[in-house]
């Protein structure tokens, strides 16, 4: 089994900073993207930001020059560093990523249980 832990979520000030850090664990072969979605109240999951194993990037406008993702794969460990942040970042942050749980089988995707994160004066 293949479980995925969150951590580094709670309450910030507008302007604010939080890093927030996922480690996958169990019957690992091989991760291939990560990523990060977040769902506020009464709304659909969106992106935040993927990475792939080789470093590769992508971000929403939304969030584009305020948040960076970065991934250690000896640690199979994703992180999300959240800067300058407003009030509508607020949300609960879900971890995502693609394993294979052997070299044989095919790639299945992964959630971590979510974290809070809340901007608020």
């Known amino acids: 089994q293949v479980q995925l832990v969150e951590s580094g979520g709670g309450l910030v000030q507008p302007g604010g900073s939080l890093r927030l850090s996922c480690a996958a664990s169990?019957?690992?072969?091989?991760?291939?993207?990560m990523g990060w979605y977040r769902q506020a109240p009464e709304k659909q999951r969106e992106l935040v930001a993927t990475?792939?194993?080789?470093?590769?990037?992508n971000y929403p406008d939304a969030v584009k020059g305020r948040f960076t993702i970065s991934r250690d794969n000896a640690k199979n460990t994703v992180y999300l560093q959240m800067n300058s942040l407003k009030p509508e970042d607020t949300a609960v942050y879900y971890c995502?990523?693609?394993?294979?749980?052997?070299?044989?089988?095919?790639?299945?995707?992964?959630w971590g249980q979510g974290t809070q994160a809340t901007v608020s004066s």
């Open positions: 995502n990523a693609y394993i294979r749980s052997t070299l044989t089988s095919p790639l299945r995707a992964y």
């Open positions: 990475i792939t194993s080789g470093g590769s990037t």
């Open positions: 169990g019957s690992i072969a091989r991760i291939t993207i």
